[in-house]
T-cell receptor, first 111, second 111 residues
Framework: GIQVEQSPPDLILQEGANSTLRCNFS?????LQWFHQNPWGQLINLFYIPSGTKQNGRLSATTVATERYSLLYISSSQTTDSGVYFC?????????????FGAGTQVVVTP | DGGITQSPKYLFRKEGQNVTLSCEQN?????MYWYRQDPGQGLRLIYYSQIVNDFQKGDIAEGYSVSREKKESFPLTVTSAQKNPTAFYLC??????????FGEGSRLTVL
C-alpha cells in the first residue's frame, strides 16, 4: 500500500516562530488533507488540497502531486497551534474517504 | 448545527464484553467511516460505508462489526474477539469522495 511519511516527527517552537511540516507519499493520490489534532483528541480539518496552494490565516499548504509531497506552513506560531498535525492521502476514486494517515508531527509552541 | 456526534466519550469495559459506540451525522453525507487511533500513532481504518445497507472492511476489521440501517447512523461494535480494544475511536463522514470530517471521538478502556 501507499506509504505516507511526515517530518519532522517532533517540533518545538517559540511563540512567533515560523515552521514547515512535510508530507511525502509513495504513489499518486486523488486527495490529500491536513488535520490538526488538538489536546482533547479532536481532528480539525485544515486543508483539502490534492494539488496547488491554499492559505487560511496564518496557515498555508502546498501540494506538488507530480513530486509526491505536500508542505504545511505555520507562520507566527501561537500556543494554540500546539498538537499533532496529520497528513492523509486518498489513493483511488473507488475508496471514498479511505485516507491513509501519516504518523503525524507533534508540535509544541512555548510562550 | 450540523456535525458528527459520537457517544459515549469515555467507556470502560470488562474483558469478554461487547460494547457499541454510537455515531450520528446530520450533514447528509453518503459515506461514513470508523478509525482507530493508538497512543502516538496515526489513524487506521476499521470499516467504512458508502451507502445505506452496505459496508466494507478496512485495514483492521477483525474483532469489530458495524451496521448501516440509516444514512445518519453508523454504530461500531467492539466484540470480545478484539484482542487489544483499548484505543481512541473516531467516526467520520464525507460526501462521495470529498473532504472528510470527524466526530470528537470515543475513548474505550478495557479493565
Amino acid at each position: 500500500g501507499i506509504q505516507v511519511e511526515q517530518s519532522p516527527p517532533d517540533l518545538i517552537l517559540q511563540e512567533g516562530a515560523n515552521s514547515t511540516l512535510r508530507c511525502n507519499f509513495s504513489d499518486s493520490v486523488n486527495n490529500l488533507q491536513w488535520f490538526h489534532q488538538n489536546p482533547w483528541g479532536q481532528l480539525i480539518n485544515l486543508f483539502y488540497i490534492p494539488s496547488g496552494t491554499k492559505q487560511n490565516g496564518r496557515l498555508s499548504a502546498t501540494t506538488v502531486a507530480t513530486e509526491r509531497y505536500s508542505l504545511l506552513y505555520i507562520s507566527s506560531s501561537q500556543t494554540t497551534d500546539s498538537g499533532v498535525y496529520f497528513c492523509a492521502v486518498e489513493v483511488t476514486t473507488d475508496s471514498w474517504g479511505k485516507l491513509q494517515f501519516g504518523a503525524g508531527t507533534q508540535v509544541v509552541v512555548t510562550p | 448545527d450540523g456535525g458528527i456526534t459520537q457517544s459515549p466519550k469515555y467507556l470502560f469495559r470488562k474483558e469478554g464484553q461487547n460494547v457499541t459506540l454510537s455515531c450520528e451525522q446530520n450533514l447528509n453525507h453518503d459515506a461514513m467511516y470508523w478509525y482507530r487511533q493508538d497512543p502516538g500513532q496515526g489513524l487506521r481504518l476499521i470499516y467504512y460505508s458508502q451507502i445505506v445497507n452496505d459496508f466494507q472492511k478496512g485495514d483492521i476489521a477483525e474483532g469489530y462489526s458495524v451496521s448501516r440501517e440509516k444514512k445518519e447512523s453508523f454504530p461500531l461494535t467492539v466484540t470480545s474477539a478484539q484482542k487489544n480494544p483499548t484505543a481512541f475511536y473516531l467516526c467520520a463522514s464525507s460526501r462521495s469522495g470529498g473532504e472528510l470530517f470527524f466526530g470528537e471521538g470515543s475513548r474505550l478502556t478495557v479493565l
